[in-house]
């Protein structure tokens, strides 16, 4: 069974069109994260979410916003797509110890997204 | 805003060479983690150090925390083909990862 899933794997689409990629964990964890990497393989954190708290790193444009039904899941929505938003992203998994903020992460598979 | 900074950002040795990747904080880590990504995979966890001074050996890899946990190493004794990646650190609450190193090994 894969700890980590995402779909789609790819996904090609036009400025300015509305997206989301799907993440899903089967390893009990309570926190799940969003990562985009870019070109230059630049891996950066989007957000951090448990059944308590979203953490949003500040640079990220409002467009993107994580959307979790259950504790198992984890949704990127990503509103008005522009260029610069082709990357690929990543969603992973930890399981919270006590004040520490994470734990070994478990990465899906990632999904390539193009902007055209 | 807090940094980790990585070098080299690529390396290219010729198998059985050591290989040493270095991790810098700008400021004290309450732990780092390592991640390896093959070319086209995702990252996957290696290691996590949180004592001052730490060291850790997995086979041919050692992993080492510095005493003032702002930095840390990861050295690979005679590299094999399977060690081609990068190799990511990454520390600090708001959990920032380096720009990782690029391992390529010809044999």
């Known amino acids: 069974d894969t700890a980590v899933s995402q779909t789609p794997k790819y996904l090609v689409t036009q400025m300015g069109n509305d997206k989301s990629i799907k993440c899903e964990q089967n390893?009990?964890?309570?926190?799940m994260y969003w990562y985009k990497q870019d070109s230059k393989k630049f891996l950066k954190i989007m957000f951090s979410?448990?059944?308590?708290?979203?953490?949003i790193n500040e640079t990220v444009p409002n467009r993107f916003s994580p959307k979790s039904p259950d504790k198992a899941h984890l949704n990127l929505h990503i509103n008005s797509l522009e260029l610069g938003d082709s990357a690929v992203y990543f969603c992973?998994?930890?399981?919270?110890?006590?004040?520490?903020?994470?734990?070994?992460?478990?990465f899906g598979p990632g999904t390539r997204l193009t902007v055209l | 805003g807090q940094q980790v900074m990585q070098i080299p950002q690529y390396q290219h040795v010729q198998e059985g060479e050591d290989f040493t990747t270095y991790c810098n904080s700008s400021t004290t880590l309450s732990n780092i983690q390592w991640y390896k990504q093959r070319p086209g995979g995702h990252p996957v966890f290696l290691i996590q150090l949180v004592k001052s001074g730490e060291v850790k050996k997995q086979k041919r890899l050692t992993f080492q925390f510095g005493e003032a946990k702002k930095n840390s190493s990861l050295h690979i004794t005679a590299t094999q083909t399977t060690d081609v990646g990068t190799y990511f650190c990454a520390g600090g609450t708001a959990l920032i990862f380096g720009k990782g190193t690029t391992l390529s090994v010809s044999s």
């Open positions: 979410y448990n059944n308590k708290e979203l953490i």
């Open positions: 390893l009990g964890h309570d926190t």
């Open positions: 992973a998994s930890s399981q919270a110890l006590g004040l520490a903020f994470y734990n070994e992460q478990f």
